[in-house]
């Protein structure tokens, strides 16, 4: 194409089409979506009512999905098992019309399914059906966070938070934190040592981004600081950017100890004083180790000037950790 004299405000007017378009397409297909999930709700709707009150067993309802597939072969929704999962769906949210207002019709079928499959109780599944429209999950997200029982660890994590930030900001940094978190996506020998637990962290950075929580972006590992000659080094730092915030992480293996609160509010106050700008929130500060006592990780917190979270790490889902033979067992076996 023969370069043109263009106007001054062409490169801006442009750029404002490609996002109107971009959003139209994102709002087609959110609709389209919605409109699918309002009739996979309606057929199970017909579908529960019939074998509730009438004679609708498995060969009718085979019957209908290949008259169904046969009137539309264009569609492959419509198979005896999808009938079966529209028919739970109908069942585990009634009274939902118009779903539409409601979160679980912005989800992708297949993220229903899972819902079905894996979470038996309503509030849960609503608790999960929010958070995946909210935080965007894929469906292997959505899958990992039900295994770790999420509904049960997001923002759990002792902290101060209440009483060195503001109300508002210590509730949306109270949200970002878990209580244990579950690394069970890493391969790391017992006995490991806290540099071989950051590797792994680092080296699998997605599926630890993804286990932070939506919003966390990686800034480095050992990041250093010079302080008037004297060398410090930082765990893990992160930049939540939805909340415009530094998140400095702190491992250790083994017990809470106290003096880990002084130390990582140091690394804190390094952030606040050297990366921090005047739009950036308030530098909050993570512990995670292998285990802790509640009531001194509390005291420990109330003697600190920083705002800090702290909470134990798990290599294993809580279902596999909890068939694990405890402590107490094992000796009561060598007895």
């Known amino acids: 194409m023969t370069d043109l004299a263009l106007p001054e405000d062409y490169a801006t007017v442009l750029a404002g089409l490609k996002q109107r378009v971009r959003e139209a397409r994102f709002r087609a297909q959110r609709q389209v979506n919605t409109e699918l999930i309002r009739l996979n709700w309606q057929i199970g709707q017909v579908l529960a009512e019939r074998t509730d009150h009438a004679q609708w067993g498995d060969k009718s309802m085979q019957r209908l999905s290949a008259d169904l597939r046969s009137e539309f072969p264009g569609s492959r929704g419509f198979s005896p098992r999808n009938l079966l999962y529209m028919r739970a769906f109908a069942r585990a949210w009634p009274g939902l019309d118009p779903i539409a207002q409601h979160a679980v019709a912005q989800l992708p079928w297949g993220h229903i399914t899972v819902l079905l499959d894996k979470v038996p109780d309503s509030a849960e599944r609503d608790w999960y059906a929010a958070q995946a429209v909210s935080h965007g999950w894929t469906r292997a997200s959505l899958e990992h966070h039900i295994k770790t029982l999420a509904h049960q660890r997001f923002g759990t994590a002792p902290t101060n938070f209440d009483r060195l930030l503001e109300s508002g900001a210590s509730d949306l940094a109270q949200q970002i934190t878990k209580d244990p978190y579950v ?153």
């Open 183 to 335: 690394f069970d996506f890493l391969d790391v020998e017992p006995g490991h040592a806290e540099r071989d637990l950051e590797r792994a962290l680092v080296e699998r950075i997605i599926e630890t981004l993804g286990e932070l929580g939506s919003g966390f972006s990686f800034v480095g590992r050992q990041v250093p600081f010079e302080v008037d000659g004297d060398d410090f080094f930082l765990d893990l730092l992160f930049f939540h950017v939805e909340q415009l915030r530094y998140v400095v992480v702190e491992l250790k293996v083994g017990k809470f100890k106290p003096e880990y609160v002084g130390q990582l509010g140091f690394y804190v106050e390094l952030v606040e004083d050297r990366l921090r700008r005047d739009a950036h929130a308030a530098t909050v500060g993570l512990l995670l180790c292998t285990d802790k006592n509640d009531r001194v990780v509390r005291y420990a917190l109330a003697g600190s000037n920083q705002p800090i979270a702290i909470a134990s790490y798990d290599l294993l889902p809580p279902a596999e950790q909890a068939a694990l033979p405890s402590e107490a067992d094992l000796q009561r076996a060598l007895e």
